[in-house]
Antibody, heavy 127, light 108 residues
Framework: QITLKESGPTLVKPTQTLTLTCTFS??????????VGWIRQPPGKALEWLAL???????RYSPSLKSRLTITKDTSKNQVVLTMTNMDPVDTATYYC???????????????????WGQGTLVTVSS | SYELTQPPSVSVSPGQTARITCSGD??????AYWYQQKPGQAPVLVIY???ERPSGIPERFSGSSSGTTVTLTISGVQAEDEADYYC???????????FGGGTKLTVL
């Protein structure tokens, strides 16, 4: 049974750095074909993909936020950490982490979608 | 940056068929995924790889693809299907993932 849970501060000040931790169980990020992504959702708005880390430590970032984001994994702790620098009130959102699997089709890695999600954590940016 | 375009809202009566579209230039090259999100809840994957249905998702949910548009079809809509629906895919290189703007499905 796969579960994920986000943790971190609920309130950060503008210009500060946000550090969020995704603690998961039921899978290992050292297993081939597994990844964890971060997605956020401002209140009343759409989902926005932020970052993804693969089992082999390859990483992908949203182009619009790439300069501010860092994603890392600690396989021994079953955790993925996302840091976002220079926080602004527009970054106020619910932040989710989610599990994704990959299959190999004719040499191409194909994701099977974000199939398990954490409950999300609301982060408010305000002075 | 790459974008996926969805209609803001779709309304149907119970028992009817709802179709939600998602358009993007890279969709002929990249698979699409669909998520259902109800108020206060995390999204749930309802369709992956354009038309595959995860276990536990009712058969009334189906997906299709044609050119630069993918479609989520809900046959025999039920009141419990009222939710926001998001498509998700990637740019042509597959390195940048993206969600559509979401479609609010209202069951009249």
């Amino acid at each position: 049974q796969i579960t994920l849970k986000e943790s971190g501060p609920t309130l950060v000040k503008p210009t500060q750095t946000l550090t969020l931790t995704c603690t998961f169980s039921g899978f290992s990020l050292s297993t081939s074909g597994v990844g964890v992504g971060w997605i956020r959702q401002p209140p009343g708005k759409a989902l926005e993909w932020l970052a993804l880390i693969y089992w082999d430590d390859d990483k992908r970032y949203s182009p619009s936020l790439k300069s501010r984001l860092t994603i890392t994994k600690d396989t021994s702790k079953n955790q993925v950490v996302l840091t976002m620098t220079n926080m602004d009130p527009v970054d106020t959102a619910t932040y989710y982490c989610a599990h994704v699997s990959f299959t190999m089709v004719r040499g191409v890695i194909i994701p099977t979608g974000f199939d398990y999600w954490g409950q999300g954590t609301l982060v408010t940016v305000s002075s | 940056s790459y974008e996926l375009t969805q209609p803001p809202s779709v309304s149907v009566s119970p028992g009817q068929t709802a179709r939600i579209t998602c358009s993007g230039d890279a969709l002929p090259k990249q698979y699409a995924y669909w998520y259902q999100q109800k108020p206060g809840q995390a999204p749930v994957l309802v369709i992956y790889k354009d038309s595959e249905r995860p276990s536990g998702i009712p058969e009334r949910f189906s997906g299709s693809s044609s050119g630069t548009t993918v479609t989520l079809t809900i046959s025999g809509v039920q009141a419990e299907d009222e939710a926001d629906y998001y498509c998700q895919s990637a740019d042509s290189s597959g390195t940048s993932w993206v969600f559509g703007g979401g479609t609010k499905l209202t069951v009249l």
